[in-house]
């Protein structure tokens, strides 16, 4: 099976603007989630979707949403960039029945 | 204050050298530990996953174990290649609650094997 796809993979975009980024889960996966990754923090979970449903969410502002698709993908949007916001995202999909995640090679964001 | 908190931040050591990296954690009960390697500029690879009734796993050249007494996992790596220079991040997964997926990240280990 193909792996967890990310696009673009690389991405820089102006204080102000908006942005959306892609995640096709590994078929068959029906969970997708989404986490930011900074240096400083680590990991930081995002949300997570769940045939078609958003399922949990994380400490982020409403700037950060999400949604996802009836085959699965999922898209991620961040509105009204801010420079802190330049940081991996990663996306992972899981099997409903699994724990185990499978992570996308990610999207780096660069605010400037 | 971070509920996973991973031992040393950053290693560095010599190719065929063994290594430990610690993770302690405050979160419980929890469902599942996990360690995962990322290389950088990648996605994290999944190294191994224990249950909280497990108390050792091992994934080739890598072992880890988890004492749920002290709330301690580590990960061993034995005759350190090269490849092996990465981020290593332990992950504790509350488990689903309500449908939902609860898990915490610790922020990490840097490790560089050095020839």
């Known amino acids: 099976k193909a792996g967890v796809t990310q696009t673009p993979r690389y991405l820089i975009k102006t204080r102000g603007q908006q942005v959306t980024l892609s995640c096709s889960p590994i078929?068959?996966?029906?969970?997708v989630s989404w986490y930011q990754q900074t240096p400083g923090q680590g990991l930081q979970f995002l949300f997570e979707?769940?045939?078609?449903?958003?399922?949990n969410k994380g400490n982020f502002p409403g700037r950060f949403s999400g949604r996802q698709f009836s085959n699965s993908r999922s898209e991620m949007n961040v509105s009204t960039l801010e420079l802190g916001d330049s940081a991996l995202y990663l996306c992972?999909?899981?099997?409903?029945?699994?724990?185990?995640?499978?992570f996308g090679p990610g999207t780096r964001l660069t605010v400037t | 204050k971070n509920q996973v908190e991973q031992s040393p931040q950053s290693l560095i050591i010599l190719e065929g050298k063994n290594c430990t990296l610690q993770c302690n954690y405050t979160v419980s009960p929890f469902s599942n530990l996990r360690w995962y390697k990322q290389d950088t500029g990648r996605g994290p690879v999944s190294l191994t996953i224990m249950t909280f009734s497990e108390n050792t796993k091992s994934n080739g050249r890598y072992t880890a174990t988890l004492d749920a007494d002290t709330k301690q996992s580590s990960l061993h790596i034995t005759a350190s290649q090269l490849s092996d220079s990465a981020s290593y991040i332990c992950?504790?997964?509350?488990?689903?609650?309500?449908?939902?997926?609860?898990?915490?990240f610790g922020i990490g280990t840097k490790l560089q094997v050095i020839p």
């Open positions: 992950v504790v997964n509350l488990g689903d609650s309500g449908g939902y997926q609860k898990v915490t």
């Open positions: 992972a999909s899981r099997d409903s029945g699994s724990y185990e995640q499978y």
């Open positions: 078929s068959g996966h029906r969970s």
């Open positions: 979707y769940f045939s078609e449903t958003q399922r």
